[in-house]
């Protein structure tokens, strides 16, 4: 969900830049409509959904290029904390001088995401499954 709202917003943000320059050639009507207007309910509602899945989405994806390590997980979420307490507005500045930063973050998105879901196969049945004592004497090896 995050990579297509990541995807979907970048999207639009080159269609609006298309807009703003058919409006600058001195022909509004070629086709742009522009953005659609949002409610505030629906507004507030996309900014809550999308805190807390990229929330989890942080530290989901600090956890898998942490792989294991406890120190660099600390640290990847520290900084994380720290870039966005102190630095969100020059980074939302880069990221719309420099689009192509977006989608790199977007391609990273998708690669770590698809890892964790190819790793996550063999999880249950070596780790979180036998860790909470929930897959005790069961034999996933046989197709049980």
């Known amino acids: 969900w995050v990579c297509w709202r990541l995807y979907s917003e970048i999207r639009g943000n080159v269609d609006a830049k298309a807009g703003l320059v058919l409006e600058a050639a001195g022909d509004p009507h070629a086709g742009y409509t522009g953005a ?3 409610s505030l309910a629906s507004a507030l509602w996309t900014i809550t959904l999308a805190d807390v899945s990229m929330s989890l989405d942080n530290v989901l994806a600090v956890a898998a290029i942490a792989d294991g390590d406890v120190r660099l997980l600390v640290f990847g979420l520290a900084l994380a904390i720290l870039l966005m307490a102190f630095a969100a507005t020059i980074i939302m500045k880069v990221l719309a001088r420099y689009q192509w930063i977006s989608w790199v973050g977007l391609l990273v998105l998708v690669y770590v995401a ?5 790793r996550g196969v063999f999880d249950v049945n070596y780790g979180v499954g036998p860790m909470l004592g929930l897959v005790e004497g069961m034999d996933f090896g046989r197709g049980h």
Do not use: D, S
């Open 114 to 118: 698809g890892e964790m879901l190819f």
């Open 36 to 38: 659609p207007r949002r």
